[in-house]
């Protein structure tokens, strides 16, 4: 079976900091997605940054990027000068051949000013 | 620009009621799924659709159904709902191939 674990369910860092989430995951899967969604107290589900396994780059967007290391099934994100809208929950989510998402936990993350 | 609509946002019923939530989707994707969102667990599937009048059990089906007449429309049924489907419930769509939900904004059903 498919698992996502963040080991942080809690983090607070003051406005223009850099933040990293942690993110692990098992699986026998070759080919697979790796997702991180924001949740923000508005509910809305939203997706930050997209990881395909077979690729070798990290995945950047804007100030967001991943460290993703396949053979140690990690999967980090980084959100870079922190801003106060970056206050949420983060999922990390894997999603393989059925489409199917299987999400961790969930990472509290708070942004001070 | 909403793409993704569960048609309530708050829900409150009583123990026993049949509960339905609604959700439709406008991108037409083949894969819609239902999941519920517990703190501390994540989001868990309780059930999903490849195709009209298809469905397929997820993690924790058990005290739920669905419906899926149309491609741009899933169902969440709570035949005799109880307490503990007191959740957010949250509704997504992807195209088939994946590579990404998008999501509806939620309904949070709370039964007394």
């Known amino acids: 079976a498919q698992t996502v674990t963040q080991s942080q369910p809690e983090m607070s860092v003051q406005e223009a900091e850099t933040v990293t989430l942690s993110c692990t995951y098992d699986t026998s899967e070759s080919n697979y997605y790796l997702f991180w969604y924001k949740q923000p107290p508005s509910r809305q589900m939203i997706l930050v940054i997209r990881q395909e396994a077979y690729k070798q780059q990290n995945a950047t967007e804007n100030r967001f990027s991943v460290n993703f290391q396949k053979a140690a099934k990690s999967f980090s994100l980084k959100i870079s000068d922190s801003q106060l809208g970056d206050t ?25 000013p | 620009d909403v793409k993704v609509t569960q048609s309530s946002r708050y829900l409150v019923k009583r123990t026993g009621e049949k509960v339905f939530l609604e959700c439709v989707q406008d991108m037409d994707h083949e894969n819609m799924f239902w999941y519920r969102q517990d703190p501390g667990l994540g989001l868990r599937l309780i059930y999903f659709s490849y195709d009209v009048k298809m469905k397929e059990k997820g993690d924790i089906p058990e005290g739920y159904s669905v419906s899926r007449e149309k491609k741009e429309r899933f169902s969440l049924i709570l035949e005799s709902a109880s307490t503990n489907q007191t959740s957010m419930y949250l509704c997504a769509s992807t195209k088939a191939g994946g590579g990404g939900y998008t999501f509806g904004s939620g309904t949070r059903l709370t039964v007394v």
């Not at chain 1, 949420?88 to 001070?112: D, H």
């Open chain 1, 88 to 112: 949420a929950m983060y999922f990390c989510a894997f999603e393989w051949g059925a489409q199917k998402l299987v999400f961790g936990q969930g990472t509290r993350l708070t942004i001070n």
